[in-house]
């Protein structure tokens, strides 16, 4: 591309820099500047995320505003977790300034970066509807298969523990949880209520339950409430 651009000047014998004339135009390619060696060259190199648009069709409106890429979504949380960064409002920050980051999230030097309340919005809205990061995760399995990388003979399940935001003293009985009462009900219990709707199988009652985040558990490892994360194929 061609911009404007200031020079340096010219550099005199005792290091000092004088000030040219503006030059009109300078050159500059974002390919350029990313080693060949780049992790997320290599990552590139075999993403396609081409079907993503056809999977989140109905969840956009063909009125209002133009939407954001749900490309330029996708390819910056894989940058998040590449290279662990785990504050979306950091994402955001370094995405902005890394020109890797920037040429594997197709953005050019102009291109603005999307602030990061639009990944909560998309994460708890429609990518949660759509259950688009399955469908990422399905569409990367597959072409595992297709490359050899995966044979389908076996897996492994990981697990977590994440701090819970809930408070066992405020719990209460099981038997006794009741939301119908409440004014209004927050995320995670609109999930578990979701959940429990959805399951088949007989779940035993908990003896003592958060109605902030009633999925949270009591764990002995920490002495406190926690919320497992589970991680499944």
């Not at 651009?5 to 974002?30: A, I, V, W």
């Not at 919005?121 to 469908?135: I, M």
């Not at 959805?198 to 409430?225: F, M, R, V, Y």
Request: aromatic share 8%; hydrophobic share 35%.
């Amino acid at each position: 591309m061609l911009k404007p651009r200031c020079s340096r000047g010219r550099r005199g014998n005792d290091g000092t820099t004088t000030r040219r004339q503006k030059e009109l135009f300078y050159s500059f390619n974002l390919d350029d500047h990313v080693p060949s060696d780049h992790l997320l060259r290599g990552i590139d190199q075999f993403l396609d995320l081409g079907d993503l648009h056809r999977h989140l069709a109905p969840y956009y409106s063909h009125t209002g505003r133009p939407s954001i890429d749900p490309q330029l979504l996708i390819r910056m949380l894989i940058v998040g977790y590449c290279f662990g960064i785990r504050s979306e409002r950091h994402l955001c920050e370094e995405v902005h300034l890394n020109l890797a980051y920037r040429w594997f999230c197709r953005l050019g030097l102009e291109d603005s970066v999307p602030d990061h309340s639009t990944f909560s919005k998309n994460r708890h809205g429609r990518f949660r509807d759509s259950d688009t990061l399955r469908f990422v995760f399905e569409q990367v399995l597959e072409r595992c298969v297709r490359e050899g990388l995966v044979g389908g003979e076996g897996f492994a399940i990981d697990a977590s523990l994440v701090k819970a935001d809930a408070n066992r003293q405020r719990g209460v009985p099981g038997t006794e949880a009741n939301w119908a009462n409440q004014p209004s009900v927050s995320r995670p219990v609109r999930e578990y209520l979701a959940a429990l709707d959805q399951s088949a199988l007989e779940k035993s009652t908990p003896k003592n339950i958060s109605l902030t985040d009633p999925a949270a558990q009591w764990s002995a490892a920490w002495g406190q409430l926690t919320m497992p994360i589970r991680l499944t194929t």
